[in-house]
């Protein structure tokens, strides 16, 4: 087995003659002895091919004279210098050794100072034998293999490597359990031995304990957090909702007064819950396409959040009137972020503890486009004096870094006016972790925070954006030629983004989708949301407040505009998700007319460009009017009575009509701004839900009671109904969004909503929703 692979970016060919090239064919040969892989590469063009796809390489051997440069200067115009920077931008202190010339003049006084930073040495390869040479080599490739490694990880492996037997739990004992039955040994052989040998038990000391933040689990938050740029960062096993309610609950007590976006995780309700807090809602602006934005500056200005606590009655007889946390989610689902520093500004004036919920966000920090974008960028540094708040940032590392899934962190920054001691916090923590803990899962997040670590963690995202830019220039691109082209309807799908951008160094103004990569990439002023631009279509927004995240995209769909126009004609996008789910394509939230898309690490050319062609087709489909048994043949098996012999260009009216006519965006838009009356604590709620003190109840009857369960309505996944909230009127607006959206089951099986907290009469189709019993 190879100890690591070593890239030899040389000018002379492996093949060839010559006493020099001789030499290094025999220091290649060495190297493969001592049991490493050699790539080799003769031109600095061959080098960079090498560095973007060998992410194991342990060790570099890289000639000056490389062929093939283009530096900005002509001392490094030579390939060796490229080759040497790009690594630098790649790999995190990557042991690299210069290859100097032996027919030349050449000396290390004739080099640029940086380089001298960049290697850890110099080989003259006729000055010492190649068995001296390769070892070097060998040495130095060990050792970084060796310190690359985290703190939990190099101990885990550590553990695994001493083959210890086990006398503690779990009782599986490394696998061995398993072994003893035939479906035992089926799960054994398809996980292989080493996830069981590293599911070991708190017993064992020398890994260190998740709750008292010790030995290499403490090294390996401490590691995070300086990382992440914390204080203090706590490891999280069961998710992003974990995380919340634990913050949540060590906020605010109960009935104590906590500002909360409404655009929140159900998670964050449940921390409520358990505290007994009382919380005040703030409203986000919402567009014509029914996405959720930020929240507005005037909306979370002092006087705003002082009047929204006058006019909530839960709030009357609050212990304080002052609230003592506030929740925001940053990014949003469709990429929405905030100026944090800006946001945290204006909370400070509210409260002495904000927190950003950052599930879908925890890569912020490592790319500049996102500077002072993440809750980790609060700090004295940025907001001195005061009155700074607390903040606190729950990321779910495995949703968009690489992580096992439930795996999340806490980010803490103290603050004076309001100081987290870690004794206290961590009482919250043990009530919400567990003396159980999965170690791959922990290994997970120390090898998370490491792969970020230095310039490796921009070069992979810079990866994901770029990738993310070309998807989104391409789809603007093709929608371009098929109208230029007039061989077919000129529609095509759309993108969320702003339609022109421009470059701050020289203030040309450009398309969006004629814009060089690298200022997309690199310039965040492409992605800020002007005040009032109609391609965003949110109101009450101030210059650079907030930013759209590249990676999020989000694909628009024929029916409606982002300032809420409607055309006569539509193309639902639940049934564009459902035909790209036959194709194997799952996005990952659809509305109406948009669905996103999320650019992770993991997304190639090849996979969005799957993508593009599943587009083409459904465009194509949808041009000829091909029938729906062909598009969707699952879909019409299912439900024959209500799709057979209909066509997709049928079914895309029929939808675009019910949609248009039951006005379920505005529907929608209206229950997200005019918020329910709140008549009681959440906690009372569910103390009556779990002791039977409630009941389900159509919509019909539903009207002027009391909700026991928050409803979430999937799209758009924000909660229109809270457990405490007056359910309103008949013809109010929740009841009425509630009634459209139970309507459009009905008429569209198949295509039904996710609703969290609404039962399905599976006789009648009625929605049913939990009320507490009157008295």
Not at 15 to 36: A, C, D, F, P, W
Not at 40 to 69: H, I, M
Not at 154 to 161: C, G
Not at 639 to 644: N, V
Request: proline share 7%; glycine share 8%; net charge negative.
């Amino acid at each position: 087995m190879a100890n690591g692979t070593v890239l030899l970016a040389l000018r002379e060919d492996p093949l060839g003659g010559g006493v020099s090239t001789e030499q290094l064919r025999r220091i290649g040969k060495e190297l493969e002895n001592q049991g490493m892989e050699l790539r080799w590469a003769a031109s600095a063009r061959d080098a960079r091919a090498t560095l973007q796809t060998e992410s194991q390489l342990a060790a570099a051997v890289v000639a000056w004279d490389l062929p093939g440069g283009g530096g900005a200067s002509r001392e490094e115009n030579g390939g060796g210098a490229a080759v040497l920077r790009q690594i630098e931008r790649r790999f995190n202190r990557l042991p690299v050794f210069l290859l100097m010339a032996e027919d030349s003049d050449q000396d290390l006084e004739h080099l640029p100072l940086w380089v001298s930073e960049a290697v850890v040495g110099y080989i003259w390869p006729s000055e010492d034998t190649a068995t001296f040479i390769a070892g070097r080599v060998v040495a130095a490739a060990r050792a970084y293999h060796q310190d690359i490694l985290p703190p939990f990880f190099k101990a885990l492996r550590r553990f695994d490597d001493a083959h210890q037997y086990s006398w503690h739990t779990p009782a599986h004992s490394g696998g061995v359990a398993f072994l003893k039955s035939a479906v035992g040994r089926a799960f054994f052989d398809y996980f292989g031995e080493r996830l069981f040998r590293s599911d070991l038990s708190i017993s064992v000391g020398e890994l260190g304990s998740l709750f008292e933040h010790n030995g290499p689990i403490g090294d390996a938050e401490r590691n995070a957090a300086r990382v992440f740029g914390s204080d203090r960062t706590y490891f999280v096993l069961h998710g992003d909702s974990t995380a919340d309610r634990m913050v949540g609950h060590y906020s605010v007590t109960r009935d104590e007064i906590a500002l909360v976006d409404r655009n929140c995780h159900k998670s964050v309700l449940h921390g409520l819950v358990i505290s007994g807090a009382r919380p005040v809602y703030l409203v986000p602006t919402r567009n014509g396409y029914g996405l959720a934005g930020p929240l507005p500056p005037a909306g979370i200005a002092p006087e705003a959040v002082r009047a929204r606590i006058a006019a909530n009655p839960l709030a009357a007889d609050a212990v304080t009137p002052e609230p003592q946390y506030a929740v925001v989610t940053n990014s949003t689902y469709d990429g929405l972020c905030y100026d944090t520093v800006a946001a945290a500004r204006a909370f400070a004036a509210s409260t002495p503890r904000l927190h950003f919920d950052e599930a879908w966000f925890a890569y912020a920090r490592f790319h500049p486009l996102y500077a002072g974008r993440y809750g980790m960028a609060v700090g004295p540094d940025t907001f001195d004096g005061p009155e700074r708040p607390t903040v606190f940032s729950t990321q779910s590392t495995h949703k968009l870094l690489a992580a096992l899934s439930q795996t999340a962190m806490v980010h803490v920054k103290s603050a004076p006016r309001a100081p987290v001691e870690h004794d206290r916090f961590n009482e919250a923590f043990m009530m919400h972790g567990t003396t159980s803990p999965l170690y791959p899962a922990i290994a997970s997040l120390d090898v998370a925070t490491a792969m970020m670590d230095g310039p490796q963690g921009q070069w992979l995202l810079d990866e994901a954006i770029t990738e993310a830019i070309r998807f989104r220039q391409a789809v603007v691109r093709t929608g371009r030629r098929i109208a230029d082209a007039g061989d077919r309807p000129g529609w095509f799908f759309g993108v969320w983004q702003p339609d022109t951008v421009t470059d701050p160094a020289t203030g040309e103004r450009m398309p969006f989708a004629d814009a060089p990569a690298a200022l997309l990439r690199g310039e965040p002023a492409c992605w800020r949301l002007e005040p009032d631009a109609r391609w965003h279509g949110f109101h009450g927004l101030g210059d650079g407040y907030c930013m759209l995240d590249p990676i999020k995209v989000t694909l628009t769909c024929p029916g409606v505009t982002a300032t809420g126009e409607v055309p006569p004609w539509g193309i639902p996008a639940r049934i564009l998700t459902s035909y790209l789910a036959t194709r194997g394509i799952v996005v990952e939230k659809t509305d109406s007319y948009t669905t996103l898309i999320l650019f992770s690490m993991g997304i190639t050319k090849g996979k969005w460009g799957t993508l593009m062609d599943a587009l083409m087709d459904f465009k194509a489909l949808y041009d000829a009017d091909a029938p729906l048994h062909r598009v969707l043949p699952g879909l019409v098996e299912q439900f024959p009575r209500q799709y057979a012999g209909a066509t997709l260009r049928e079914l895309c009216r029929r939808m675009h009509e019910h949609l248009t006519q039951a006005d379920l965006i505005t529907a929608l838009d209206t229950a997200f701004q005019q918020l329910p009356e709140p008549v009681a604590p959440p906690q009372l709620c569910y103390q009556q839900l779990v002791r039977g003190g409630t009941e389900r109840l159509r919509l019909s009857e539903a009207a002027g009671r009391v909700a026991a369960a928050m409803v979430t309505v999937t799209p758009p996944g924000i909660p229109v109904l809270m457990p405490g909230e007056s359910t309103g009127t008949t013809d109010g607006p929740l009841l009425r969004y509630l009634r459209a959206l139970e309507a459009f089951d009905r008429a569209f099986p198949g295509f039904h909503s996710e609703a969290h907290g609404v039962v399905i009469d599976p006789d009648s189709g009625d929605y049913l929703i939990e009320c507490v019993r009157m008295p």
